[in-house]
């Protein structure tokens, strides 16, 4: 997707990805990556066309903000350690 267009928000304002009739509205008050990437790993083991699309509209958004970003250094550690603030 390097030539891709990018955008503004993370998801489409009010698109529904859903699992049968099981229906998960989008927060677009708060565009925050790991909101997105929640509401679209929910459906990993069956993916379908709307949710491939709402993937690459957070690559899209990412190609869009390239100052906002996670930083990795050469470390020789070898494990990952994450912090998140779940409010």
Known sequence: MTRCKPVDTLVKYNVKLSDKNDRVPVNKERPDISYAVGVVSQFMQAL????????????????????????FRKTDKQSVEAYTDSD
């Open 48 to 71: 379908y066309e709307d949710h491939m699309t709402a993937v690459e509209r957070i690559f899209r958004h990412l190609k869009g903000t390239p100052s906002k970003g996670l930083m």
